[in-house]
T-cell receptor, first 113, second 111 residues
Framework: KAGVTQTPRYLIKTRGQQVTLSCSPI?????VSWYQQTPGQGLQFLFE???????NKGNFPGRFSGRQFSNSRSEMNVSTLELGDSALYLC????????????FGPGTRLTVL | QKEVEQNSGPLSVPEGAIASLNCTYS??????FFWYRQYSGKSPELIMF????GDKEDGRFTAQLNKASQYVSLLIRDSQPSDSATYLC???????????FGTGTSLTVIP
């Protein structure tokens, strides 16, 4: 069974630009969660999508948004990029969220200059 | 105060020893707890989870949960150099279905 895939793996953007990251979950998984990982803050929850609906949202500004498609693939978008948005963005899929085991993708390394 | 706190380490143990990793959480609404291992440059992978008070064993790993003290730990017996990684503790609050991660403890097993 193929794992979680994320594209692109690396991105370099400048302040003020916007970016879209993509995540394809494991086949059959309906829950996709997004996390931001930085050395100082660790893994921070952004949001979770289940069956095309945002089910939960972390404490991030509205510049961070996402969506999920009918095939469970998910995208997250960050608008008006700031230097502090430089991080590793990880998505994790699970069958239906909750106690179900989450499987993480390899991440997208975003650098904002 | 962060939802989940871990000692960032680094923690060094000799090969074959027991490594003890600790985690505290602040939200009593958290009901399940997860330990992930993350190798440098890689994504986290689940080691085990626990939701009942007491111990849960899986091979060389034992997770311990004490809800009264809001404390979770992970013991790694017979530590191997391949166990050298950052260990992340996470708490799941069912209300909101949200995971909170600690910043991780870096473990080095010395051959």
């Amino acid at each position: 069974k193929a794992g979680v895939t994320q594209t692109p793996r690396y991105l370099i953007k400048t302040r003020g630009q916007q970016v879209t990251l993509s995540c394809s979950p494991i086949s059959g998984h309906r829950s996709v969660s997004w996390y931001q990982q930085t050395p100082g803050q660790g893994l921070q929850f952004l949001f979770e999508y289940f069956s095309e609906t945002q089910r939960n949202k972390g404490n991030f500004p509205g510049r961070f948004s996402g969506r999920q498609f009918s095939n469970s693939r998910s995208e997250m978008n960050v608008s008006t990029l700031e230097l502090g948005d430089s991080a590793l963005y990880l998505c994790a899929s699970s069958f239906q969220g909750g106690n179900n085991e989450q499987f993480f993708g390899p991440g997208t390394r975003l650098t904002v200059l | 105060q962060k939802e989940v706190e871990q000692n960032s380490g680094p923690l060094s143990v000799p090969e074959g020893a027991i490594a003890s990793l600790n985690c505290t959480y602040s939200d009593r609404g958290s009901q399940s707890f997860f330990w992930y291992r993350q190798y440098s440059g890689k994504s986290p992978e689940l080691i085990m989870f626990i939701y009942s008070n007491g111990d849960k064993e899986d091979g060389r790993f034992t997770a311990q949960l004490n809800k009264a003290s809001q404390y979770v730990s992970l013991l790694i017996r017979d530590s191997q150099p391949s166990d050298s990684a950052t260990y992340l503790c996470a708490a799941l609050r069912y209300t909101g279905n949200q995971f909170y991660f600690g910043t991780g403890t870096s473990l080095t097993v010395i051959p």
